[in-house]
Structure formats: structure tokens, C-alpha cells
């Protein structure tokens, strides 16, 4: 936190736009419908031993079904505006660019945008929240063949701008390549479960295809972008860009100067690989260096694709880590620059409290520092926090009624807004809005529904109920203190 004195000045702009995120497989359930093909994230919630309840997005949420209903929550609940994520396979099935469209796919998501728009919400789409159709990857290997799969998702991302667009003006092309990419093919624990590791899957090279599939992935978002800005924006005039997510770093050990280099370092692995594509044109030089050729290189054509195609920064952000160098040298499936995070530092301090998720320990100090360090290395992007939310611990063990007092909840947004407007008042950043994550408790990927990150309690056994939680009508208070009148 800043301190007292700034805590108290920090405000946000008039026109800052708030709301919350949601993503198509974790809530829309109705995987069989209306004509709806299988991705990936279907066939692995199929594979015993991925998903840690079993359980699948074949249900979830129901949103399929109770968009209306879930509308009118955000409605009450005095959202600006409203991300949510496409199924690419609702809108084409098999995938492809010479697959049909499934107009009544197509036509839900026309009916959610409709629905948003009558009640004064802003639609922000994510096109893509790691749902893959699964016929892409089985067809030729999904992200790891640059080729077909770019000229497919432009294909993909043209229906939805042709359909949507008039009535959408802000983009988001990917959600967290990161996870995609590391998770999906070096750690194996996201579809499509790729990895090195021979007892978690016969397929997979996690030292070389999480490299390959993130370049080609940005590829493509840049000519996705290319795609908007050409045929699209000139009539339609909204913004598109990538949202990256990245966890805040400390030193293991603060007087460790190589603690302190890797931090940087880790802070390059997860988001510069990424971000400085976009904004320079380039990996980050410790990528390089530790990666050699197993980095892919951009052609010409490549960088003017990719370098500039990005009219804001999604930045999703739930947590911080320390960080301690390691003495050997990196091992060929190392990630993430050659480094362990901790919990807690040499002191034996936590970083912050536990909550659900083993990974997510809040530190809302971190934010400020990450939304400067990332408007600092990018010459003050426009910036949008497209995700920011937490779990607590053991709140799927609660009686309903407990679960709707989520104070740690409240408390995580009070302190995470605040860090941000912060960021607003006084680090001289372009932040624009906030979206909370998330409207609903959802299928939280391979956690299930074990773990809940909804300001929404959804009692998933008694007829899909929705029930706001007390964070819920919080977000609004703490804006409206915030935005200047
Ligand atoms: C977001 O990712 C997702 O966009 C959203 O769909 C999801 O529901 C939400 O988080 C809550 O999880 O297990 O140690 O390998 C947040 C960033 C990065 C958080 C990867 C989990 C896994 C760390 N995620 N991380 S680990």
C-alpha cells in the first residue's frame, strides 16, 4: 500500500469503466447444444486424474441458458461493463476456416451483447479463453502449426468482429497465452495436457513447443489485430489487444543481488516474452540467452505483424511470489528463467494470507508495483485490469450463509482497487478500467468447482441459484469512492 496519505488521495477517473469476467467454458455449460462442437477443454475434463473433483464445464453455470438472469445481476449490481469469452466451437464447430458457421451459436452470443446493451452494459469480448475446438487439434496440432492455425483463428476472430463488431467495441484477442502455453504444453496441467513428463503424458516437448505455440499465438493475435484495423475500425471504432496475466515479485532474500536480478527475470519469462513482442518487436534478451534456438525467431514479416498491434494492455493480476536464483544452470524444461518461487521469504515471512488456491496469496502492494513496472516498460500503454479476484480458503466447506459473509473477499478488493487507483494518482499509469474476476463461482479448470472465485455463490446442486455474496455489492461502494464526482 502507499502510504496513508496517498491511500487517501487515490482516485480514479470520471469515465473509469468497472465490471466484471467471466469465461465461456467456466460458466455457459450446454456443451452439447444447439449444435456446439468439443474443445479441447471437453475432451480433457474426460481424461480421469485431470480435473481434481472430476467434473467437467458440461454444466457449469448454465449461463447457456441464464444469461438474462446473469444480465440483470450485473445490472443490480451497477456494472459499467461485462467480459466474457466466445466458444469458438459454439460458433464453428470443427473450427476451421472452410467449416460452417452454427448460426444459433453465433446468434447467443448476439442475443448476450443485445441483452448487455439494453441494460447500459459495455460488452468487452475475450475471443479466445483457452477453449480450443478440439477438431483444430486433432486436424493438424492446434497453436503448433503456424500456417493453418493462424489463418483459422483470423478466420474466427473475422466472423465474430463481422457479427459483433457494430456493437462491440472492445477486443480482446487472447486471455493469458501464459497458461495456454506453459500450462497446456510444458507443465501439462491445461489442455491439452502436453508435456515431457512420459507419466503424465506420452506426447509433448516442453522445452521447445511452449516457445513455438506462444510465437505462433502471437502471430496470430497480430493479424487478427491487422485484421480489425483494416476492415473493421474504420467503421466500427473500438480497440483490441491482448490480455497478459503475471504475478508481482519480491526477493527471496533482499540483499541477494541475484534474488533481486531474478526477479527481473521472472517478471521477463511470463510477461515480456509476450509483452515486448508487442510493444518492441523482440523477446526479452534473458529469454534468449537461456533459450537459445529453442526461442523461435521473427521474420520481417512476423515483427511488423506482431510489434505495435495492441491499442490497450489486458493485464490480469491475483498474486506475488519471492523469488530465489538458482546456483545450476537452467534444465532444458525451465520456464520460467532458472529460478523458484516461495510463499514466504528468508525470513520466513509470507508474502501474504493462503486462500484456496495454492498459488494465490494476496499482496496488494504488488499491483501498484506491476502496473508501474508495466507502464514503465512500455512507454504507458492504455491499460485495462482484465481479470483481479481471489478464493478463500475452505469457503466450498461453508454453510450457505457463511459463504455469502466473504469479508477476506471484500477486504482483497478494497486493498487491490486501492493499490490500483494508486497506480492512477501518483505512478502516472493510463489505467482505464477493472474487471473482477469473477461475476460467478465457476469451473475453476483443473481445481473444479472445489474452488470458488465468484462474488456470486452459485449453489450448483440447488437449481443453479445465484446468490451475491457480500463482495459483490462491495466492488460498487469502493468505486463509487474512488471515481471523482
Ligand atoms: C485466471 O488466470 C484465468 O484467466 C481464469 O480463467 C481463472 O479462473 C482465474 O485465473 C482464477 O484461477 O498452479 O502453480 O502452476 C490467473 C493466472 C496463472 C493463475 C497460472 C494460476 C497456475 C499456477 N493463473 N496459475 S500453478
Known amino acids: 500500500m502507499g502510504s496513508v496519505e496517498e491511500t487517501k488521495k487515490a482516485h480514479l477517473p470520471k469515465d473509469f469503466l468497472w465490471g466484471f469476467a467471466t469465461a465461456s467454458y467456466q460458466i455457459e455449460g450446454a456443451i452439447h447444444e444447439d449444435g456446439r462442437g468439443d474443445s479441447i477443454w471437453d475432451t480433457f475434463c474426460r481424461i480421469p486424474g485431470k480435473i481434481a473433483d472430476g467434473s467437467s464445464g458440461e454444466t457449469a453455470c448454465d449461463s447457456y441458458h441464464r444469461y438474462k438472469e446473469d444480465i440483470a445481476l450485473l445490472k443490480d449490481l451497477g456494472a459499467k461493463a461485462y467480459r466474457f469469452s466466445i466458444s469458438w466451437s459454439r460458433v464453428i464447430p470443427l473450427g476451421g476456416r472452410d467449416d460452417p458457421i452454427n448460426e444459433k451459436g453465433l446468434q447467443y452470443y448476439e442475443s448476450v451483447v443485445d441483452q448487455l446493451l439494453a441494460n447500459g452494459i459495455e460488452p468487452m469480448i475475450t475471443l479466445f479463453h483457452w477453449d480450443l475446438p478440439q477438431a483444430l487439434h486433432d486436424r493438424y496440432g492446434g497453436f503448433l502449426n503456424q500456417e493453418e492455425y493462424l489463418k483459422d483463428y483470423v478466420n474466427f ?66 493479424a487478427a489485430v491487422k485484421v480489425y484495423r483494416e476492415e473493421f475500425k474504420p467503421s466500427q471504432s473500438g480497440v483490441i489487444g491482448i490480455t497478459l496475466n503475471g504475478d508481482w515479485v519480491e526477493p527471496w532474500d533482499a540483499d541477494d543481488e541475484q534474488d533481486v536480478e531474478a526477479c527481473e527475470r521472472k517478471l521477463e519469462f511470463s510477461i515480456a516474452w509476450f509483452g515486448d513482442a508487442i510493444y518492441k518487436g523482440e523477446y526479452p534478451a534473458s529469454m534468449r540467452k537461456q533459450l537459445g534456438d529453442r526461442l523461435p525467431k521473427f521474420t520481417e514479416e512476423e515483427i511488423a505483424l506482431v510489434k505495435g498491434s495492441n491499442d490497450f494492455y489486458g493485464m490480469n493480476h491475483y498474486t506475488a511470489d519471492y523469488v530465489k536464483h538458482l546456483e545450476t544452470s537452467p534444465e532444458p524444461d525451465n520456464f520460467n528463467g532458472n529460478l523458484e518461487t516461495h510463499k514466504t521469504n528468508k525470513q520466513g515471512h509470507a508474502i501474504g494470507p493462503e486462500t484456496q488456491s495454492p498459488w494465490l496469496c494476496p499482496y496488494a502492494p504488488g499491483s501498484r508495483k506491476l502496473i508501474k513496472w508495466i507502464s514503465d516498460r512500455y512507454d504507458r500503454p492504455i491499460m485495462y485490469v482484465t481479470e483481479n479476484g481471489t478464493s478463500l480458503k475452505g469457503e466450498n466447506d461453508k454453510s450457505t450463509d457463511e459463504i455469502l459473509e466473504d469479508d477476506f473477499r471484500v477486504q482483497y478488493f478494497q486493498d487491490y482497487i486501492t493499490a490500483m487507483a494508486e497506480a492512477f494518482t501518483f505512478d502516472n499509469v493510463d489505467v482505464r478500467g477493472y474487471m473482477a474476476w469473477s461475476l460467478l463461482d465457476n469451473f475453476e479448470w483443473a481445481e473444479g468447482y472445489e474452488t470458488r472465485f465468484g462474488v456470486t455463490f452459485v449453489d450448483y446442486e440447488g437449481g443453479q441459484k445465484r446468490h451475491p455474496k457480500k463482495s459483490a455489492r462491495a466492488i460498487g461502494d469502493i468505486f463509487k469512492i474512488l471515481i471523482e464526482s
Not at 462491440?168 to 484477442?173: E, S
Not at 507443465?187 to 516457445?211: E, L, M, Y
Open 157 to 222: 476472430a473475422r466472423v465474430m468482429f463481422k457479427a459483433l463488431g457494430p456493437k462491440v467495441k472492445k477486443w480482446i484477442t487472447y486471455n493469458e497465452p501464459w497458461c495456454t502455453t506453459i500450462l497446456g504444453y510444458n507443465i501439462g496441467q491445461f489442455a491439452p495436457g502436453h508435456t515431457s513428463d512420459r507419466q503424465k503424458n506420452p506426447v509433448g516437448d516442453g522445452s521447445t513447443d511452449p516457445w513455438k505455440a506462444g510465437h505462433n499465438i502471437l502471430i496470430s493475435h497480430g
